[in-house]
């Protein structure tokens, strides 16, 4: 029945790190139309194709609203209730029988964009007392975790590009285009890029595929996939014996500036050139080029991450910012301060005063920990391997490692063998098809909304709250009330006595605590009970209002009384912007030293992995992947407007490749690698170096049992059945997915 009613609701988009002011238009409860917010402080009217079509995402059918309970190969749909004491049967009964050692969870990407899941991941995991954990962290950006954590102090501490002021960017392995910019949160990643060049900037990428971001770049640079960090170190080799290192004042703050020296000595330009596949004298121009520049920033993401030498090469990227003395200046590397901070900027509270690793190893291939994770690819054999210690039960909470993670098929085989599975999550997909039982959260815009990560790595000092625009359905909890109950349940709680207020009472109680008595804190030495007191609410947004209070802006609880509080926000929906960033580097430093640790020996060992690397005969075809602007990861291929069109799940090859493979455009070709073997359509061009294809990541919708009827029907191919589960960035365990050695015949 329609009621004529129409309203407009301001809101940030959650997909990705621009997060873009949206105005989305509802008439009779049903979204129907989206447009960029244009007053947006920080977006300022861009949008991507994604954000224009999240009505659909909230209307779409598939999208699971209640909970399902597995009964054979059927579903059930159960009230709330039910789905708990299922959940507490199977959980509990695991543990049991086997302990709490066998248990585990995954968690995955939309945790960082829903702050719902990200603040009380934070809490699962000391409540739920699970040892060990697994995320696509590991896929992702875990070397740079690795960096931040050795060289800054803090695993979170990770500079971005000042993309609005500089006048050098050197981008290696990073895809805007696709992207729209990943650890460096920015709208309009390319307007910015624009820009630089505009006001007579340059900018180079260093990717194997000239992608649309390079028609934005003034020089595209081939590489050979994984060998960024030798062309990294060839470059600072280039900076000392040139005499053009210039740290200027931050060489007060670092230590290990002649150690790092020293060992980019062997890696001369002539010494990486073949590997590389970049001629030595390109080499040193860049090195030349990224010297002399006024300001300048060097910015590397997954493509330098997920691949064979992820954290040297993540490590040398910050070697060169800070070589050049660009870290923590306007126009280089800087570490932004957002509004909010965020429980990343806490140090783990498993970890000693140093920074350790491999304290423990995993059971079957005895990979070491690493920040607290095994490699994602661990996953099945832990699961499928019998023994004591054997992983019996499973968690999952927004992510679809089924797809992404590497060894998929294993995984995929692995996970019908858990006695529990209990997945957090909006679909009946690939993953939580093998669940027991399926708790999904609201939709984006039943709840509120705040990106308290993200805004951690934003090239301005800003944030922006959200109001939901429609009321969850009755009876529907929070996916911050959903965690605190599993976490109890895991605790042994039976569920009916878990109660999430009284829970999430006691998490805020107890992080007040540690944050009076963190002597680096804003409100250090206060009374906790004071503060609890004046903090209204309760879940994502009570801890919100106290980080945004107790932050770099906040009222501080009086202190500061013209300081923000969460309704400043709230009263100002086009968001706050608190200006451009500032230098911050003495007080980012948590390093024993308090310096910046430029040279950290847990990293530099890995320089003899590499310099072994440039004696190994070149692979003859390796493997890739892609994004594009129109996929999310894996869950968003379920939007009919995002998925028609040309089949975008292909192969890309160079044309002297496929003739050599003997493969057309338009035809199918098998690849096959050490791990697997699938068949996609072709597609030819010039765009890709000789010698690397590209797949996309995120496709594979072909299984059966899986509830995305649009999906299903643009299904592609899983491009991780091709990822070697043990081929890791060694010291950061981070899968490798980019660079793996393939072949490619007709099908
Ligand atoms: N080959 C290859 N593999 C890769 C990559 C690559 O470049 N190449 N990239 C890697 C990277 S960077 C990442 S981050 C990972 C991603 O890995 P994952 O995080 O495991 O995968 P996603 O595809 O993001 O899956 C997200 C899941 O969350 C669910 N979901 C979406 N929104 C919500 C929500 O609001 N609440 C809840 N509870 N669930 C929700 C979706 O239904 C889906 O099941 O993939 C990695 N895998
Ligand atoms: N539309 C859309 N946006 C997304 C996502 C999505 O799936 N779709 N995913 C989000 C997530 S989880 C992340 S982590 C970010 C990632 O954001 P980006 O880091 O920008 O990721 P990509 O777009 O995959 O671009 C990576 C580039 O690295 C290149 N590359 C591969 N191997 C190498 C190598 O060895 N060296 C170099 N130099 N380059 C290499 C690839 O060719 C590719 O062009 O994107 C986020 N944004
Ligand atoms: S770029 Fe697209 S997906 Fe990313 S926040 Fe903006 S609208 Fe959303
Ligand atoms: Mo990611």
């Known amino acids: 029945m329609s009621t004529g009613q129409t309203r407009t609701h301001l809101r940030t988009c959650p997909l990705c790190e621009a997060m873009c002011g949206l105005e989305v238009t509802v008439e009779d409860e049903r979204v129907t139309s989206i447009r960029p917010d244009a007053q947006d402080v920080w977006s300022k009217g861009y949008v991507c194709p994604k954000g224009a079509v999240l009505g659909d995402l909230h209307h779409d059918p598939d999208r699971l609203r209640a909970p399902l309970v597995r009964d054979g190969e059927q579903w059930r749909e159960v009230s709330w209730e039910e789905a708990f004491q299922e959940a507490a049967h199977r ?246 301060n957002p509004l909010a901070w965020s429980l990343t900027s806490l140090k783990p509270p498993d970890q000693p005063p140093e920074w350790a690793f491999g304290r423990w190893k995993s059971r079957v291939r005895g990979a070491p920990e690493v920040l607290g994770q095994y490699p994602v690819s661990c996953l099945a054999e832990e699961i499928s391997t019998p023994g004591a210690g054997q992983i019996k039960a499973l968690v999952t909470i927004a992510g679809n490692p089924v797809i992404s993670a590497p060894d998929a098929a294993r995984l995929d085989e692995a996970l019908p063998m858990l006695e529990a599975m209990v997945s957090v999550d909006n679909y009946l997909n690939e993953t939580t098809r093998h669940a027991h039982v399926i708790l999904p959260g609201l939709s984006p815009f039943e709840q509120p909304h705040y990106d308290e990560l993200l805004w951690s790595w934003a090239v301005r000092n800003a944030g922006k709250y959200s109001e939901p625009i429609f009321p969850p359905e009755p009876g529907r909890p929070a996916e911050w009330e959903i965690l605190l109950k599993l976490a109890a349940i895991l605790a042994g709680a039976a569920p009916e006595d878990a109660d999430p207020a009284l829970l999430d009472d006691l998490y805020f109680a107890g992080l007040v605590g540690v944050v009076v008595g963190d002597p680096t804190s804003r409100i250090a030495g206060r009374d906790a009970a004071e503060i609890v007191a004046a903090t209204a609410g309760a879940g994502p947004e009570r801890l919100l209002d106290f980080a945004i209070r107790s932050g770099p802006h906040g009222d501080l609880y009086g202190a500061h009384p013209e300081g923000l509080t969460l309704d400043t926000l709230r009263a100002q929906p086009h968001g706050i912007d608190r200006g451009a960033l500032e230098p911050r580097l003495e007080e980012v430093l948590r390093t024993p030293s308090g310096k910046v640790e430029l040279a950290p020996p847990y990293i530099t060992a890995d320089l003899d992995r590499l310099a072994a690397r440039l004696d190994r005969p070149e692979d003859d075809l390796v493997l890739v992947s892609r994004r594009h602007v129109r996929s999310n990861n894996s869950w968003m291929h379920n939007l009919e407007r995002l998925v028609r069109g040309r089949e975008r799940c292909t192969l890309l090859i160079h044309p002297d490749d496929a003739a050599r493979c003997g493969v057309r455009a338009g035809s199918h070709a098998r690849i096959t690698s050490s791990a697997g073997s699938l068949e996609a359509p072709v597609e030819v061009s010039d765009e890709m170096m000789p010698g690397v294809v590209c797949l996309p990541h995120g496709w594979g919708h072909d299984r059966a049992g899986i509830r995305m009827e649009v999906a299903a029907r643009h299904p592609g191919v899983n491009n991780n059945l091709l990822a070697p589960g043990q081929f890791v960035d060694v010291p950061s365990g981070n899968a490798v997915v980019n660079g793996i050695p393939v072949e490619v015949r007709p099908a």
């Not at 509990?92 to 964009?113: F, W």
């Not at 993309?163 to 981008?171: A, C, I, S, W, Y």
């Not at 992608?211 to 770049?217: E, G, L, N």
């Not at 590397?300 to 870290?327: D, H, K, M, P, Y």
């Open 91 to 336: 959980l509990q009964t695991v543990i049991r029988e086997h302990g709490i050692e066998s248990t585990t969870a995954y968690v995955g990407n939309p945790t960082a964009h829903n702050f719902s899941l990200s603040r009380y991941v934070g809490a699962f995991m000391p409540m739920s007392s699970l040892p060990m954990i697994y995320s696509a962290g590991t896929v992702d950006q875990w070397p740079k975790n690795l960096v931040g954590a050795l060289v800054y102090g803090g695993m979170w501490s990770i500079p971005v590009p000042d993309l609005d002021r500089t006048d050098h960017l050197l981008v290696l392995g990073a895809n805007p285009s696709a992207s729209q910019g990943s650890l460096l949160a920015a709208a309009d990643v390319l307007g910015r890029m624009d820009a630089i060049r505009a006001r007579g900037g340059r900018i180079v990428l260093i990717d194997p595929r000239r992608t649309a971001t390079a028609d934005h770049a003034d020089e595209w640079i081939p590489i050979t996939p994984g060998t960024d960090a030798a062309l990294l170190a060839a470059m600072v080799h280039v900076l000392f014996a040139e005499d053009l290192a210039r740290p200027g004042p931050l060489a007060a703050h670092t230590e290990g500036l002649e150690r790092v020296e020293e060992l980019c000595r062997p890696f001369s330009p002539e010494r990486v050139a073949a590997t590389c596949r970049i001629p030595a004298e390109t080499i040193r121009r860049l090195a030349r080029e990224l010297a002399t520049a006024r300001t300048a920033a060097v910015y590397g993401r997954i493509g330098t991450c997920n691949q064979e030498f992820g954290t040297l090469a993540s490590w040398l990227v910050e070697v060169l910012n800070v070589v050049t003395g660009n870290l923590d200046r306007p126009g280089g590397s800087m570490f932004s």
